[in-house]
């Protein structure tokens, strides 16, 4: 599912300025990245068939909402863009004590930034919160939804990471101990935040910090390779590619990370996740892939994958100290 090129200028153009070409050039990398990524919701035959969603059948805003709440969930909006309401999904643990901080962990979901909603990360969030955690999945802006590009998807993805934080005492959460993740799209936000300085909503409160404390990832994007970049758009892609790709941000004291990736994977290469494990590892951090033999992409959202990266992420978090290891 390739991402077009052409795009509408977002409406905050005061934080682009020299970058307007770049963010058209955002979209056209992002389609080396990530081409189809199949939702755990179906689309409708024509479309599916096509391999690409009409703007009538993408998700709403609110996409999933309705399923989320009625599984649990405590809604909040997080951010308003135009008149547009930014919502994330909170399951709490059912012990957890008035005044009581919890680890936590935020989900974004994948899509290619064009589908997708929050509730494909429901069965994930109900097994972390039964295990004490406060487990979240939140919703960014896709394209053609007030006019965003891929930037403004992962600026979306900070802000959701510092509203958490700024409202840790609210929702019972340890702010120091906030792992992030997600799948394919969701899982470069989850990096993007990690690793990448610039590209913050002005809006957001820069004080508090958007870096994870641990990675949760399926199936991610990690990089943009300088190749595709110059194919689409010669050297000011190379450049912009240096300022937006993870890959080429990991330094010391990153967070530590899990990735579950299939090896056969043709929308995101296993191979790219290679890459950054090894240079996580070359700058002196944590990074474990758990490699899943002959899977495409997306395997995670079926069974028996879901259940077992699920149990492998649980090992992962009991390993960082956010969770007790199961009897």
């Known amino acids: 599912m390739a991402i077009p090129l052409a795009w509408k200028a977002g409406p905050r153009r005061r934080l682009w300025g020299p970058l307007a070409f770049a963010s058209v050039l955002v979209f056209a990398l992002a389609s080396a990245v990530f081409s189809a990524q199949p939702t755990s919701e179906p689309a409708s035959a024509p479309a599916k068939a096509a391999g690409k969603r009409s703007p009538s059948s993408r998700p709403s805003a609110g996409a999933g909402r309705e399923k989320l709440t009625s599984s649990g969930a405590v809604d ?56 004490g955690m406060v487990a979240i999945t939140a919703a960014y802006r896709l394209k053609g939804q007030q006019n965003a590009n891929v930037l403004d998807s992962c600026m979306d993805g900070k802000s959701a990471i510092r509203w958490v934080r700024a409202h840790a005492e609210e929702l019972g959460v340890d702010p120091d101990r906030l792992a992030v ?4 799209a969701g899982g470069f936000i989850a990096v993007f935040a990690a690793f990448i300085e610039k590209h913050d909503d002005p809006d957001d409160d820069l004080k508090i910090s958007c870096v994870p404390n641990a990675l949760v990832l399926f199936n991610p994007g990690v990089e943009v390779t300088e190749e595709k970049a110059r194919q689409k758009g010669g050297e000011e892609g190379v450049a912009l590619v240096k300022e937006i ?73 009991v390993g960082l100290g956010y969770l007790a290891k199961q009897e």
Do not use: W
């Not at 993740?181 to 394919?184: C, K, L, P, Q, V």
């Open 245 to 317: 790709s993870p890959l080429d941000h990991v330094g010391k004291d990153a967070p530590p990370a899990i990735i579950f990736h299939g090896t056969a994977d043709t929308t995101v290469p296993f191979e790219t996740v290679l890459r950054f494990q090894k240079k996580m590892q070359e700058t002196g951090n944590r990074c474990e892939i758990v490699p899943y033999e002959g899977r495409k992409h997306s395997f995670f959202n079926k069974e028996p994958d879901k259940s077992d990266t699920i149990q492998k992420s649980d090992a992962f978090l």
């Open 181 to 184: 993740g997600g799948g394919s």
């Open 76 to 131: 909040y909006v997080y951010k308003k863009v135009g008149d547009m309401e930014l919502r994330l999904y909170v399951f709490s643990p059912a012990d957890r004590k008035s005044g009581e901080r919890r680890p936590a962990v935020l989900f974004f979901h994948g899509g290619a930034f064009i589908s997708g909603d929050p509730s494909s990360y429901i069965d994930q969030c109900k097994h972390f919160s039964a295990r």
